[in-house]
């Protein structure tokens, strides 16, 4: 090619390379300036108004939140409103009070934010702040959206210590020169055990068993919901009749009768209370109510063959971050939940609270949880942290509005006592169990 030929195309290349470097300096220029446009602001004053549908104080609620927000955020004033006579939500909301962000348990979520209208969709917010769900259990967030129709995603889950695992009274063991229960124990490898571990010694009774029964079959291993996903009625009564007779033959054994006039939550309490019962399923959390001076320790909760390693769901008793409809400022209220939800901050919990994390991005829990806490030393962490929770039942059919969750577990608590207090038939227990959920499905539709 001729310097003639060459001249006209060096200067087209020239001509497109600085248009490039142009556009380049132009994109780039755009990208910074994008940039420094921060999802939000972190030095506008907002105030944000937090309540709970759990009796928190303001002091344990700054102790374990609140300090820390405003050290990290101080931008942000934190208006704590401590649940009492006058200040439920309900109450608040009445009296044209909005929380901003609410903390609470799954169970009673109708009360203080669905029936309220409060909740809110913050599956948005997470994606407009490049927020990774994936890094949650996945059952702690299929639970918290089969609260409502729409299958939204109102909360984030917290750390929880509602796993369920199986206590032992290690001195009754070696007073009766039985070997210890093992990691991996079936229920009727319990039961059995529970037959020879409950005795009557010149007049002192030793119960084989106890159980907090009413979590147990609410966060059942076989996933068994309450309401139907399909229609509004009771979900399979043989399934639930499986679950029922599954806890109530344990008190039928001689001298493992539930005490005359006592309640469930005194049952629930029984192991460390009284100290004369060898055994107990309940969740893990119990533990801080044990007396020092009791020698225990714990075995992973016991199985069904049908579904092998596998605790109860983390459904019910977890707890969950939820930013209200009425927030003014979400953006800067999801940053402080992101926080409050960090690793960092669930393995500082999971150390000194010995709480569950609710991300499964954590490694070691068996090694971490409860680590700082002297009650804890030495005991089998391994119970808590190694089974997998059972899988949370699928979402109602759109159109279904459900029911009251505490209202239908009265009823299953109800049934239970039925069978194992008054004796009733398991039929007839069963027969009254569909029509008191009907009822409340009727309750719910009518609100």
């Not at 139907?228 to 009768?257: C, G, Q």
Request: aromatic fraction near 8%; charged fraction near 25%; include cysteine.
């Amino acid at each position: 090619m001729k310097m003639k030929q060459i001249a006209p195309v060096m200067s087209a290349l020239l001509a497109v390379t600085m248009l490039a470097a142009c556009s380049s300096k132009g994109n780039e220029s755009a990208t910074k300036e994008t940039a420094v446009q921060p999802v939000v602001d972190m030095t506008k004053p907002v105030t944000l108004t937090v309540a709970s549908g759990l009796g928190m104080s303001l002091e344990d609620f700054d102790k374990s939140y609140g300090d820390d927000i405003r050290k990290k955020f101080p931008n942000v004033t934190l208006n704590y409103i401590a649940r009492g006579q006058g200040t439920t939500i309900p109450e608040l909301i009445a009296a044209g009070t909005y929380p901003d962000l609410v903390f609470g348990v799954l169970s009673d979520v109708d009360n203080y934010l669905i029936n309220l209208n409060l909740h809110m969709d913050m599956a948005p917010l997470a994606k407009k702040h490049g927020y990774d769900l994936g890094r949650f259990e996945p059952g702690l967030l299929d639970a918290i959206k089969t609260t409502t129709p729409e299958g939204s995603l109102i909360g984030l889950p917290m750390p929880y210590g509602g796993t369920q695992v199986m206590f032992y009274n290690k001195s009754i063991f070696d007073k009766f020169g039985v070997p210890y229960p093992k990691d991996g124990m079936t229920w009727d490898d319990t039961y059995d055990l529970a037959k020879k571990m409950t005795r009557n010694e010149g007049g002192e009774i030793y119960r084989g068993f106890s159980s907090f029964y009413g979590v147990v079959l609410r966060d059942n291993q076989l996933s068994v919901p309450y309401l139907d996903p399909k229609a509004d009625k009771m979900y399979n009564p043989e399934k639930w009749k499986e679950l029922f007779l599954n806890i109530s033959r344990f008190y039928e054994i001689p001298n493992n009768m539930r005490a005359e006039g006592t309640s469930q939550t005194t049952e629930a309490a029984a192991f460390g209370a009284t100290q004369k019962v060898a055994l107990t399923v309940t969740q893990f959390g119990a533990y801080s109510g044990l007396p020092d001076e009791m020698n225990w320790d714990m075995v992973t909760m016991p199985t069904f063959k049908e579904a092998p390693n596998t605790s109860g769901m983390v459904t019910g008793s977890s707890a969950y971050w939820y930013i209200t409809k009425t927030n003014q400022n979400p953006d800067m209220t999801f940053k402080v939940v992101e926080y409050l939800l960090s690793d960092e901050r669930q393995i500082a919990e999971a150390k000194s609270k010995a709480n569950m994390p609710s991300v499964r991005t954590i490694k070691d829990l068996d090694k971490i949880l409860g680590s700082e806490m002297p009650k804890l030393k030495g005991k089998n962490m391994a119970a808590v942290t190694t089974m997998k929770p059972a899988a949370v039942p699928p979402a109602r059919s759109q159109g279904l509005v459900g029911a009251n969750l505490n209202e239908l577990k009265k009823i299953v608590e109800g049934t239970i006592n039925k069978l194992i207090i008054n004796k009733i038939d398991i039929n007839t227990a069963l027969r009254e169990a569909e029509e008191a959920m009907a009822k409340q499905v009727e309750a719910k539709k009518s609100q």
